[in-house]
């Protein structure tokens, strides 16, 4: 069934995906309340819909260039989304897909979107994928957002994953799992911003496999007034590889921050790092931009601007 | 011009009042290069911190052409034209070089051109520099170099630098000093710098002796310097004997 598209649809598709009046270049799918707000494939991209479940299996043809968005928007107050998506990436395939997540609610039942992806990309593919996540809505109904991000990468294919949660969510589960095959490498940058008692909990784990294969992650996160925030990335070395994880956070107010990462070595040959970082933002960060005009509020926010950018 | 009443700093710890600065009165015409030089722990910092108002002190008076900005904060004196660079300036994670550039220069778009002069300046190529993240990833000398780059960019009236020369290569230092003397030539501010390096004293209009939370001595390089050389020489036992005496 084919929804239009509101005002408010329109101004969280800009927000979410950067789309313009609900259309982009290139391929791309809008979800609106479990239902399609619009459609449109190439000669490279092609969306259909699932049989068996709620969802999309998005190809993309071997060796091509494309950009694909595929937002979702929850407008309806109460509503429990839950939507499996497939993305088959051809070999030597360079593309870019916009995923993010945008829920309004103005009511007073929870609203909740679990999107479920899982990349099949192919040997030697390059895939950058970016997902953002925002809440809205004066009601007093919960926004959550469970996603649920799986890719397995073939010989040589590289992946890039940026995350971010923007605001006004109020829960969020997520789980990644990335299988990286040989050569294959895999960055994954997760930027979270919680406020008022809001909670996320991050569960990751990297899989290097493959003799050669790269995994980084990096996560910058801010929790501020009573929020809670929970990471656990693993990095899992079963070969010859290099795994790097990255941690850092920023805590205030009451907030409260587990930062947990794992490093798991099953071969002699596997280079495993770790970092980890929890702090408040330094006094003489907020001296120094003071000295250069900004007010103390003004400094805080540029501070923590650049953090999360 | 910058005028100082009986200024006076001290701090309580276990053992009672410890003063920081004792009545320091002292007042610095437009446009003059001062230097504030002494020995570790006599007051130089917290004398700079001040006028910055980066500490309040706990008596006397700071006027800054001619109004009273004792009560001002930090906020309020840079944009009465006062900058300060920082001894040991913080590093930001996520803020770029051309972010910081942009907010000392107070536009949201700095361009290339300007901002490459700032870092030319501290003999930094705006190329290398202008997109990397003013994080742990820069050497203490090129965080430094930066530093200084923002006070240039603010184009202070008041210019103030604690230790510019710290962590700074000597070929970098011998670059940061000629920009020193090019911004006092052109009488563009007025320059207190706290140093220990003979370059930047040479510089220097008058400098003031900063010891034991007093100005201890203050006059012309030739006078002050001297004395201060011939100080260290007889003060050392070790080289001269007890007496000061080869």
């Known amino acids: 069934m084919s929804q239009s598209l509101t005002a408010t649809d329109t101004a969280l598709l800009e927000k979410i995906a950067d789309m313009k009046g609900g259309r982009a270049d290139g391929a791309f799918n809008v979800r609106k309340d479990a239902g399609c707000a619009g459609r449109v494939n190439t000669k490279n991209v092609q969306i259909t819909n699932k049989t068996d479940k709620p969802g999309i299996d998005v190809h993309f043809a071997p060796g091509c260039r494309e950009t694909c968005h595929i937002p979702v928007i929850i407008t309806q107050s109460g509503l429990q989304d839950t939507v499996y998506n497939d993305f088959y990436i051809g070999p030597e395939a360079d593309v870019t897909i916009i995923a993010g997540c945008g829920i309004h609610n103005c009511g007073q039942d929870a609203s909740e979107h679990d999107g479920i992806h899982t990349f099949y990309i192919g040997r030697g593919a390059r895939v950058k994928y970016v997902e953002k996540h925002y809440g809205e809505g004066d009601g007093n109904g919960e926004r959550i957002m469970n996603p649920e991000t799986v890719a397995y990468l073939e010989e040589g294919a590289f992946l890039q ?29 997760e930027r979270l911003l919680t406020h008022g008692r809001q909670r996320a909990d991050s569960d990751m784990e990297i899989l290097l496999d493959g003799e050669d294969s790269k995994g980084r992650v990096i996560s910058r996160s801010v929790a501020q007034d009573q929020s809670v925030q929970r990471f656990v990335p693993r990095m899992v070395g079963n070969a010859r590889c290099f795994g790097h994880v990255q941690c850092d956070s920023i805590i205030m107010g009451q907030a409260r921050i587990r930062s947990v990462p794992e490093i798991d070595a099953n071969s002699v040959d596997a280079q495993l790092i770790h970092e980890a970082a929890i702090g408040r933002i330094a006094g003489d960060q907020l001296l120094k931009l003071q000295t250069l005009g900004l007010t103390a509020e003004e400094a805080e926010e540029r501070i923590l601007k650049g953090f999360l950018a | 011009m910058l005028e100082l009443q009986d200024l006076c700093y001290s701090v309580s710890g276990p053992e009672g009042e410890t003063d920081i600065l004792k009545n320091i009165s002292l007042t610095i015409p437009d446009k003059r290069l001062v230097v504030l030089t002494g020995p570790n722990g006599g007051g130089k910092t917290t004398l700079a911190r001040a006028i910055m108002g980066l500490v309040q002190p706990t008596g006397g008076r700071i006027f800054w052409d001619g109004t009273d900005i004792t009560g001002a904060d930090i906020t309020q004196r840079a944009r009465m034209g006062i900058a300060y660079g920082f001894q040991q300036p913080p590093r930001f994670k996520g803020i770029r070089v051309r972010d910081l550039l942009a907010l000392a220069s107070d536009k949201k778009l700095l361009p290339k051109g300007e901002a490459c002069s700032y870092l030319t300046q501290v003999g930094l190529c705006a190329n290398d520099y202008l997109d990397r993240e003013v994080d742990t990833s820069l050497s203490g000398g090129e965080v430094k170099r930066i530093e200084i780059a923002t006070i240039l960019a603010r184009h202070p009236r008041l210019m103030i630098l604690d230790e510019p020369e710290a962590g700074i290569d000597l070929w970098s230092f011998a670059r940061l000093t000629e920009t020193f003397g090019e911004i ?9 710098i706290i140093s220990h390096q003979e370059r930047i004293i040479s510089l220097a209009d008058e400098i003031l002796v900063v010891d034991k939370g007093v100005i201890a001595r203050r006059g012309d390089r030739d006078e002050v310097f001297s004395s201060i050389v011939c100080d260290t020489m007889s003060g050392c036992p070790a080289v001269f004997g007890r007496e000061g005496k080869r």
């Open chain 1, 161 to 189: 994953m940026d995350t971010s949660q923007i605001a006004g969510i109020d829960s969020t589960r997520r789980n990644t799992k990335i299988v990286c095959g040989p050569g294959a490498e895999v960055v994954v940058t």
């Open chain 2, 184 to 192: 006092h030539a052109r009488q563009d501010c007025t320059m207190v």
